[in-house]
């Protein structure tokens, strides 16, 4: 799992509750321009909550861009840039209601330990 290590930005690793950390793929693409986007929602092995999310868009000119999403205690979403919404799908990019899911796969668990 990565998490905006390099930049810097507003969600890192470390903020995340310590765990192991369940995860789900989906793959999707645009029929339009062929812009394709990977989504992984994150949860606790032992929760049905996401509680983190990561978003990869690739673009046919070969350009990649990346966001995370962090559930906050207080039940908002920030994402890398620090913008908060109610919810996560507030914070995604509109178009990827039109986008067709082409495939859904489990992620290996990720352990996210206690810092000290």
């Known amino acids: 799992m990565f998490m905006n290590q390099e930049p810097e930005g ?4 470390g ?7 369940r995860g789900m793929s989906k793959v999707y693409t645009s029929s339009m321009d062929g812009t394709s986007v ?3 929602e994150w949860g606790l092995r032992t929760e ?6 990561e978003l990869l868009v690739h673009v046919p000119d070969g350009s990649l861009y990346y966001r995370n999403f962090l559930k906050m205690p207080d ?3 920030r994402d890398s840039f620090g913008e908060k ?12 209601l039109t986008f067709k899911l082409l495939e859904s796969m489990e992620m290996p668990l990720q352990i996210v330990e206690v810092r000290v």
Do not use: C, F, H
Request: aromatic residues 6%.
């Open 10 to 13: 507003q969600n890192q690793k």
């Open 15 to 21: 903020v995340m509750r310590p765990g192991e950390y």
């Open 38 to 40: 990977v989504l992984v």
């Open 48 to 53: 049905d909550e996401v509680t983190a999310a």
């Open 75 to 77: 039940g908002m979403w």
């Open 85 to 96: 919404r109610l919810s996560l799908g507030e914070l995604l990019p509109a178009e990827i």
